[in-house]
Structures are given as structure tokens and as C-alpha cells.
């Protein structure tokens, strides 16, 4: 193959990630291997790698390795996603899981649980997105049963309550928070991480006119969810 050898190095493992021969997660030869494969420097090596990283195919990580990267799927910030499609826009196979399940009274010492349920009960809906069979985002959903009664009846054993809300619900106003926390406790077994691994929360509330329909928190590792936004007079949408 003509060209540079950083060229040949990278477009090698561009095509096997592509092809899927490595998969999400895989973990590259070490600098030193590739260097007696290829029998080139490790300057040259470190190009290929740095071209590979810079194109989202693979994370380098201090003192861990080289692994494939795992496909970000993104979000526009001000809008209220469908996990599920965004998932298959990627070309990956979508599956939700539930976790659990319930209808229940508001806390009686949570503001916002009160605020949300009003005169009635609160759905809680919790589960775990996968993307191809892995770990995408853990969800913690609380659905107000006196803005949307049907929902007690739903099957949300196998989809997603967020799909099925944007279906089937019109809203008119969305607040959003995101922030970054570590994984702990459930959240870090059901995602299949570290605990303490850094993570991407988002927290949304919706409404419909003044009634307030759902709050939910979903938590994404770091590697595996962005929000994108775009600004200003006259911008175009993403």
C-alpha cells in the first residue's frame, strides 16, 4: 500500500472497526507490539492512533490502554429525545430493560414529588437502555397519573416510557439540567462501570400548559451520551 505508514496503520484499523472485526470496548496491541508489527517508531505509531482518536473510532486512556470507542449518541440540548431512535439512527440495536415498576403516593417530604402528582398518584418508571446489548443509560422516571391516567395501563415492561410518552402526550415546555456526577450504587452495577466513574447526568421536567406530566433522571457514562447546541442570531438548525 503506498503512502505514508501512520496512513496504512490507521486506515487498517479504521477498516477492521468498521467491518465490526474490533468491536466497542476491544482493546488495541500496545504501542510497543504495533511498533515491531509494523516495524516502524513509536512516533509514527502515535500519529495513527492520534488520527484514530481524533476521528471518534478509539479512546486512549492514561495508564489503561487503547480501547475502540464505544458510539456516542447525541442529543440536541433543548429538545426532549427518543432514546430509542437516536439509538437505531446509529445503526445499533435498541433494547430497554425494566428495572422497576410502581405506582405510589409522592414523598411526603419531596416538594416536587407533591408538585407533580397534584391531587393524585405518581408512576415510577426506572430502567436501562442498551445499545447492541450494552449498558447505555440507567433512567429514573416519575410520571403524574392525574395528567396521564392511560399510562397505568401501558406495557413499559419492554418499551421505553419516554417513547411512549412522546407519542402520546403532547408537551409545551421542558426544563432541563445536566451535570456531571460519578457512578455509585445501582447506577454503577446496572451501567456496568466503576464505581466513581464519571457519568453525564441529565435531569428534565415537562408540561403540558400548566400541568406538570414527568420528571426524569437518566444517567449516561461519560463515553457514551453528548448534548450538542447551537447558538445565536440567524443559526441554523443542527
Not at 468491536?23 to 516502524?40: F, K, N, S, T, V
Not at 446496572?190 to 453525564?200: F, N, R, T
Request: glycine share 10%; hydrophobic share 45%.
Amino acid at each position: 500500500m503506498k503512502g505514508a505508514l501512520h496512513e496504512r496503520i490507521r486506515s487498517d484499523f479504521e477498516g477492521r472497526i468498521l467491518r465490526g472485526e474490533l468491536a466497542p470496548g476491544d482493546r488495541l496491541p500496545i504501542e510497543q507490539e504495533l511498533m515491531g508489527h509494523y516495524g516502524c517508531s513509536r512516533m509514527t505509531v502515535n500519529k495513527a492512533l492520534s488520527a484514530l482518536a481524533a476521528a471518534g473510532l478509539i479512546d486512549r486512556r492514561k495508564k489503561a490502554g487503547t480501547f475502540v470507542a464505544r458510539p456516542k449518541v447525541h442529543s440536541m440540548v433543548l429538545d426532549v429525545p427518543d432514546i430509542g431512535a437516536q439509538v437505531r439512527e446509529r445503526g445499533q440495536a435498541y433494547a430497554y430493560q425494566s428495572v422497576r415498576h410502581i405506582a405510589r403516593a409522592a414523598d411526603a417530604g419531596d416538594a416536587e414529588e407533591r408538585l407533580l402528582a397534584g391531587r393524585g398518584r405518581l408512576l415510577q418508571v426506572d430502567g436501562l437502555h442498551l445499545a447492541d446489548g450494552a449498558p447505555l443509560g440507567i433512567e429514573y422516571r416519575l410520571v403524574s397519573l392525574t395528567a396521564v391516567p392511560d399510562m397505568a395501563q401501558a406495557d413499559l415492561e419492554s418499551e421505553a416510557p419516554g417513547g411512549w410518552l412522546l407519542r402520546h402526550v403532547p408537551w409545551t415546555e421542558a426544563q432541563t439540567r445536566i451535570s456531571a456526577v460519578a457512578a455509585s450504587g445501582e447506577a454503577a452495577r446496572l451501567l456496568a462501570v466503576a464505581a466513581g466513574s464519571p457519568c453525564l447526568s441529565i435531569e428534565r421536567w415537562t408540561w403540558r400548559g400548566t400541568e406538570r406530566i414527568t420528571y426524569v433522571r437518566q444517567i449516561f457514562p461519560a463515553d457514551a451520551y453528548d448534548m450538542i447546541a447551537r447558538f445565536g442570531p440567524g443559526a441554523a438548525p443542527g
